[in-house]
């Protein structure tokens, strides 16, 4: 079924216009025949999530608010960390303080951002818009899907630029290329598992106690991290508690990825935590998503 | 001579202000906001004096009785901001529901419905103070002068939560944008905050960014606090006029910025 073809702008396998939303799908070579993929068949999955992907990221990027979140604010956060407590890092520990700082950011503002996701799915949810694209012949995948890859594809640019500020003031990978690849995927998978948790949370209170309650958590998960201080600086009886937090093994695994050290057992333990998170809120994300699709 | 006819129940500019506010106050208590509230002030208390404590206490012995005695003034600062930002929040959605352009085609004075905000968000800056005095009484803060000192001590930090509020009740109005405040407000008190005296001596920092350290509004606010909490005898400077003057100033140079952009947004036809 052809839905709402914009007489203008010619074919496509979909497009977004000035906030209509015109979603279209037909095979190229078609002579005479009216032959078009089922809804959900895999051909329409691929262009369909492509298409609703650059929809997300546009958004985005057309958002100030948003860019700033995501680009400006975790790089004046590594500045200030670096500055107020870099110095003193470094005498205790004996390396830059960057190995931990950078990493910190990356996930921080990997969290923050999926915030930012989030309320962009409720406020779609608000208007209808999730609505309208359930009764469209759109492969009912590309949503979530394409949720996912703009998630993904905003993690790695937060990270990238955070990085590249890192690297301006010191920050180095010296263990090869592959150790380097690794550590940016470290952001992406934590990331992802954040996401599933706050779209969650999104999908099921209020928007304000969401926004506070994420930002507050948030706070806390950075303040009690090996990234903020080294675990043995932190006060003895709170110290199992820093270090056996998500953030903590993400940090100690990209720590190890860039500078050296130990990186199996936080890897396998940001890897165990990123499942955990997801198995437990992946099906109550995506029965949400469902319900604000379809009530 | 007035018209009887179209009388009606005629409000008060008061009565309309005092509804106004008791429909941000009211919901507080069961929508989870009080909780959050009081959350926020436990959370900065946690976050800053646990992880900071022990590093930091080397840094402070010569300035401060105890590291709590130290910090306090800027966990009660962070936390009021943190109450005072939820103000945006609900400016905004005022803003972006059409519920401003509603009041201004009612007989409201155009200020009513800010300053019910601001009320609202005042009384959350009391209750977000009165936690963070109880958590810095928990950690080991004191005040250490009479009353007078006390009661000058909360009316400076509730007057910069009310100006704060203001100000962030202008953003909100203006940029119509609800999700976006939260997030965006809190990285930068959070920066001004690290970057202050507030966490640690000014010497500790580089040189190069000591200036701005020592002369950036928190710094002075938190040094003007400090004052007014006093300490026991051998720290904890009088209250003199050198430390009060530049937190008046910029008490009043932020007022100054304030009054006349809150004209010109809510002038603006929304």
């Known amino acids: ?295 | 001579m007035r018209a009887t006819s179209t009388a009606g129940p005629h409000l008060s500019t008061r009565a309309q202000w005092w509804v106004l506010t008791t429909r941000f106050i009211a919901p507080t208590l069961q929508n989870g906001e009080l909780a959050l509230t009081i959350a926020s002030s436990v959370v900065f208390t946690a976050g800053f004096y646990i992880p900071l404590h022990q590093i930091m206490r080397t840094a402070t012995l010569g300035v401060a009785s105890s590291y709590a005695q130290y910090l306090m003034p800027l966990i009660g600062l962070e936390a009021i901001t943190f109450a005072a930002i939820s103000t945006a929040f609900r400016a905004a959605t005022d803003s972006v529901q059409g519920l401003n352009r509603r009041f201004r085609s009612m007989p409201i004075a155009p200020l009513t419905p800010v300053t019910a905000r601001i009320t609202a968000a005042v009384y959350r800056c009391l209750v977000s103070l009165t936690v963070a005095v109880i958590c810095g009484y928990v950690i080991g803060f004191r005040f250490h002068r009479s009353a007078v000192y006390i009661v000058a001590f909360c009316v400076l930090v509730i007057v910069i939560g009310a100006l704060l509020s203001f100000g962030a009740d202008l953003i909100g109005t203006a940029t119509r944008n609800p999700e976006a405040m939260t997030p965006l407000l809190i990285l930068p008190p959070l920066i001004f905050g690290l970057l202050s005296v507030g966490v640690q001596p000014v010497e500790q920092f580089p040189h190069w960014i000591q200036p701005i350290v020592r002369n950036q509004p928190i710094s002075q606010f938190v040094d003007t606090m400090r004052a007014l909490a006093g300490d026991s005898t051998p720290f904890g400077g009088p209250v003199t006029w050198s430390v009060v003057a530049p937190t008046l100033a910029w008490l009043c140079g932020l007022a100054a910025i304030l009054a006349p952009a809150s004209a010109m947004v809510l002038s603006r036809r929304a």
């Not at chain 1, 190995?99 to 950011?105: A, E, I, S």
């Not at chain 1, 590309?142 to 905003?154: C, F, H, N, P, Y």
């Not at chain 1, 903020?228 to 199992?240: E, K, S, Y």
């Open chain 1, 1 to 295: 079924m052809r839905v709402g073809r914009d007489p203008g702008t010619g074919i496509g396998n979909g497009f977004v216009k000035a906030g209509v939303m015109t979603l279209v799908y037909e095979e190229a070579t078609d002579f005479g025949v009216e032959r078009r993929c089922h809804e959900n068949s895999v051909r329409a999955l691929v262009p369909q999530t492509l298409v609703q992907t650059q929809r997300i990221l546009l958004r985005w990027a057309r958002d100030l608010t948003t860019i700033i979140e995501v680009l400006v604010l975790p790089v004046f956060f590594l500045l200030t960390l670096n500055i107020v407590l870099g110095q003193m890092i470094s005498q205790v520990t004996g390396h830059s303080a960057l190995y931990g700082t950078v990493p910190m950011n990356t996930l921080a503002a990997a969290i923050n951002g999926s915030t930012i996701g989030a309320i962009g799915l409720i406020g779609e949810r608000d208007d209808g818009l999730l609505r309208r694209l359930w009764v469209l012949p759109v492969h009912r995948a590309s949503g979530v899907l394409s949720r996912i890859a703009a998630e993904t594809v905003r993690i790695m640019i937060t990270t990238v630029v955070v990085l590249a500020v890192g690297m301006m003031i010191g920050f180095r990978f010296q263990q090869g290329i592959l150790a380097s690849l690794a550590w940016l995927t470290v952001p992406v998978i934590f990331g992802l598992a954040c996401a599933t948790l706050i779209t969650m949370i999104a999908l099921y209170t209020a928007k304000n106690f969401l926004l506070e309650a994420v930002t507050l958590v948030h706070l806390l998960v950075i303040l009690f991290s090996s990234g903020f201080l080294p675990v043995n600086q932190f006060p003895t009886w709170i110290q199992p508690v820093v270090a056996h937090q998500p953030m903590t093994y993400a940090v100690d695994a990209m720590r190890g990825l860039s500078l050296g050290g130990p990186v199996r057992w936080p890897l396998i333990a940001t890897l165990l935590w990123a499942a955990g998170v997801t198995a437990v809120c992946i099906v109550p994300t995506l029965l949400g998503y469902r319900r604000a699709g379809t009530h």
